[in-house]
T-cell receptor, first 112, second 111 residues
Framework: SAVISQKPSRDICQRGTSLTIQCQVD?????MFWYRQQPGQSLTLIAT?????????ESGFVIDKFPISRPNLTFSTLTVSNMSPEDSSIYLC?????????FGQGTRLTVV | KQEVTQIPAALSVPEGENLVLNCSFT??????LQWFRQDPGKGLTSLLL?????REQTSGRLNASLDKSSGRSTLYIAASQPGDSATYLC??????????FGGGTRLMVKP
C-alpha cells in the first residue's frame, strides 16, 4: 500500500490569491495524480505529474491556473492560482502502487 | 467516450440490512476496477480492487463482483451498520493510468 500525507487539510482563501497544496508519499512512485472534486460532484483528473518532466494536463485545465511541481519521486505540489469562488473544491493527490490507487486525505478549499 | 455510472445516487436503509450498490461502465476493455469509500469532506479509502481477470473480491462484510461482458460491477455490503454511512465511489481504469470515476452512491444506514 501507500501512505499519502496531504496538507493543508483545509483552507479559506481570499479571491485573487494562490494556494499551494503539498503531497508527500511514503515510497517512491513514478506518477502522481491531482484531482478536483467540486461540491456534490465526483472526481475529475487535473493532471499527471512525472518527476523530471512537465505535468500532463487534462482537457479544461491549464498550467497557468494549476502549476504543478514534482521535484523528486516522493513529493509533489499543486498550486491553485488567482483563485475565484468557483475554485472552491476538494483537491486530492493520488498514486498507484501495484495497480491499486491510493489517495491523500484531501484539501478542502473555500474561496471567499 | 468511456463513462462510469453508479445507481442509485442515494440510498437509505435500516441497520442490519444487506445492500447492493451498482456500477456500470461503457467499455469492456478495462484494466481494473476499484471501489472506494469517502466520508464527508475527506479523501478516498480504497475498499476493494478487482483486476480485469478476476470476477470478485471479498473483504470482511464487503464483496465486489465484476462482469466485464455486461459492463457491470456490484458492491455487496452485508449486515449494514451506521458506521457504513458514507459515499461509495466506483472507479475504472480503462487500460491507461487514468481512473474514471462514477458519480457515487451516498449511503445512509439508520440505527
Amino acid at each position: 500500500s501507500a501512505v499519502i500525507s496531504q496538507k493543508p487539510s483545509r483552507d479559506i482563501c481570499q479571491r485573487g490569491t494562490s494556494l499551494t497544496i503539498q503531497c508527500q508519499v511514503d515510497s517512491q512512485v513514478t506518477m502522481m495524480f491531482w484531482y478536483r472534486q467540486q461540491p456534490g460532484q465526483s472526481l475529475t483528473l487535473i493532471a499527471t505529474a512525472n518527476q523530471g518532466s512537465e505535468a500532463t494536463y487534462e482537457s479544461g485545465f491549464v498550467i497557468d491556473k494549476f502549476p504543478i511541481s514534482r521535484p523528486n519521486l516522493t513529493f509533489s505540489t499543486l498550486t491553485v492560482s488567482n483563485m475565484s469562488p468557483e475554485d472552491s473544491s476538494i483537491y486530492l493527490c493520488s498514486v498507484d502502487k501495484n495497480t491499486e490507487a491510493f489517495f491523500g486525505q484531501g484539501t478542502r478549499l473555500t474561496v471567499v | 467516450k468511456q463513462e462510469v455510472t453508479q445507481i442509485p445516487a442515494a440510498l437509505s436503509v435500516p441497520e442490519g440490512e444487506n445492500l447492493v450498490l451498482n456500477c456500470s461502465f461503457t467499455d469492456s476493455a478495462i484494466y481494473n476496477l476499484q471501489w472506494f469509500r469517502q466520508d464527508p469532506g475527506k479523501g478516498l479509502t480504497s475498499l476493494l480492487l478487482i483486476q480485469s481477470s478476476q470476477r470478485e473480491q471479498t473483504s470482511g462484510r464487503l464483496n465486489a463482483s465484476l462482469d466485464k461482458s455486461s459492463g457491470r460491477s456490484t458492491l455487496y455490503i452485508a449486515a449494514s451498520q451506521p458506521g457504513d454511512s458514507a459515499t461509495y465511489l466506483c472507479a475504472v481504469k480503462f487500460g491507461s493510468n487514468m481512473l474514471t470515476f462514477g458519480g457515487g452512491t451516498r449511503l445512509m444506514v439508520k440505527p
